[in-house]
């Protein structure tokens, strides 16, 4: 059984650092009970209710319709640490898999329209659509192939598909 150099140990400590260094995520505000407004700011009941979610007109397609409330369209969020989402799911429409840091989706298999409301402990809960970060970019195809066991048709049919 061998040694490892020196050298080698510095490496894998220095990798081992930038590991632990680089896994780090926070919100990009601080978080307390109340941020004061902007100077000049009136303070009264418009300032605390959000109208985002009043009369939502929403496509009827394929796609789930997401409208978002969060501290850049009302404000009196700000310095709360939360966000919040109002998702519309015409019939037979599908929220695409994504996502927040926990993989999920959602799917409306009915006749009527369903809603549903999201709320999130984070100012910007993000979205990464996984078919447009997998089938959106230039990812070989032989990757998709293999992970996916399926033929390279259909993964150009896909990639075909994402704008």
Known sequence: MGFLSSTAVTV???LAAFVVLSAHAANPEEIRDFAPPPPGTKLDGNFFTSTKLR???????????????????FPALSGLGVSNALLVYPPRSVNVPHT???????????KQTARAYASFSSTNAGLVSLPRTLFGVNIDIEVLTKSFEVSPYIIKTLSAQQP
């Open 12 to 14: 894998i400590l220095c």
């Open 55 to 73: 009369n939502i007109n929403f496509d009827k397609g394929a796609f789930a319709n997401v409208t978002t409330v969060n501290v850049n369209n």
């Open 100 to 110: 927040h840091p926990r993989v999920h989706f959602q799917i409306n298999k009915g």
